[in-house]
């Protein structure tokens, strides 16, 4: 299983928020470069970037930094998400050096982009699918859809995505502990991998996680618990790869 580390990106900064929520922020550095680079340092195989003003305002607000850091550290491979709505920002990030495109609220309101995407850019696409009590949640997290997360998760798997992030918003950012339970159900109901995310406070998530990662479940995200402090990266990092 692998600890992939999250960096937000809001107006240059490698933030990290609470529930989505843009106004309740807080900046963990100014150089989200120097950032990148200490998760590479600490064994970081994959790093998970979030273009914060692009998820907001439709399109990409910080691909020059996204871009620096695919750059200075070409053994990590990057996935990124945030403001991906059309064919031509994927292509971008693609051409820059980005393994992993994330499509997120876009997969909600037009699933057919999904499918034109997987077909265009095989093993690249990844669909992040957040969600609160089973149902997915769109637009940065504002807006609960009726649609059930696992049913979509089956759909997205037929259109040949190469995995989805799962993450549960009710505890993403607020160091809650993981939903193991509803992480593990989805993972047990398609056959692409889970990325689990939201809520990893510290090693014993990791733990709990890795027990059912032969669910289907590939990799974890965590963002706040290792810039807070709560959760030892590298150590992390090596016991997540022992599952």
Same mark, same amino acid.
């Given at each position: $299983?692998?600890?992939?580390?999250?960096?937000?990106?809001?107006?240059?900064?490698?933030?990290?928020?609470?529930?989505?929520?843009?106004?309740?922020?807080?900046?963990?550095?100014?150089?989200?470069?120097?950032?990148?680079?200490?998760?590479?340092?600490?064994?970081?195989?994959?790093?998970?970037?979030?273009?914060?003003?692009?998820?907001?305002?439709?399109?990409?607000?910080?691909?020059?930094?996204?871009?620096?850091?695919?750059?200075?550290?070409?053994?990590?491979?990057?996935?990124?998400?945030?403001?991906?709505?059309?064919?031509?920002?994927?292509?971008?990030?693609?051409?820059?050096?980005?393994?992993?495109?994330?499509?997120?609220?876009?997969?909600?309101?037009?699933?057919?982009?999904?499918?034109?995407?997987?077909?265009?850019?095989?093993?690249?696409?990844?669909?992040?699918?957040?969600?609160?009590?089973?149902?997915?949640?769109?637009?940065?997290?504002?807006?609960?859809?009726?649609?059930?997360?696992?049913? $979509?998760?089956?759909?997205?798997?037929?259109?040949?995505?190469?995995?989805?992030?799962?993450?549960?918003?009710?505890?993403?950012?607020? $160091?809650?502990?993981?939903?193991?339970?509803?992480?593990?159900?989805?993972?047990?109901?398609?056959?692409?991998?889970?990325?689990?995310?939201?809520?990893?406070?510290?090693?014993?998530?990791?733990?709990?996680?890795?027990?059912?990662?032969?669910?289907?479940?590939?990799?974890?995200?965590?963002?706040?618990?290792?810039?807070?402090?709560?959760?030892?990266?590298?150590?992390?990092?090596?016991?997540?790869?022992?599952?």
């Amino acid at each position: $299983m692998l600890l992939i580390p999250a960096i937000d990106l809001k107006e240059g900064k490698c933030v990290r928020l609470r529930q989505g929520r843009m106004e309740d922020n807080t900046v963990f550095s100014d150089d989200p470069v120097a950032v990148a680079g200490r998760w590479a340092a600490a064994g970081a195989k994959r790093i998970h970037l979030v273009d914060l003003d692009g998820a907001f305002a439709g399109k990409p607000k910080n691909a020059g930094i996204i871009h620096e850091i695919v750059a200075a550290y070409p053994d990590m491979a990057v996935q990124i998400g945030g403001g991906i709505r059309d064919e031509d920002t994927i292509q971008a990030y693609l051409d820059a050096g980005v393994e992993y495109v994330i499509i997120g609220s876009k997969a909600v309101t037009a699933p057919h982009f999904v499918r034109d995407m997987a077909l265009e850019f095989p093993r690249h696409i990844i669909v992040g699918l957040d969600a609160k009590d089973g149902k997915v949640a769109i637009d940065g997290w504002s807006k609960l859809s009726r649609h059930d997360v696992i049913d $979509m998760a089956q759909h997205f798997e037929e259109d040949g995505v190469e995995a989805i992030v799962y993450t549960d918003i009710s505890r993403d950012g607020m $160091m809650a502990g993981v939903n193991v339970e509803a992480t593990a159900a989805l993972a047990r109901a398609i056959r692409i991998p889970v990325i689990a995310s939201g809520g990893i406070t510290n090693i014993d998530d990791i733990r709990a996680l890795g027990e059912v990662s032969g669910d289907g479940i590939m990799g974890a995200i965590t963002g706040r618990a290792i810039y807070e402090g709560t959760l030892d990266f590298a150590e992390a990092a090596k016991l997540a790869q022992t599952y």
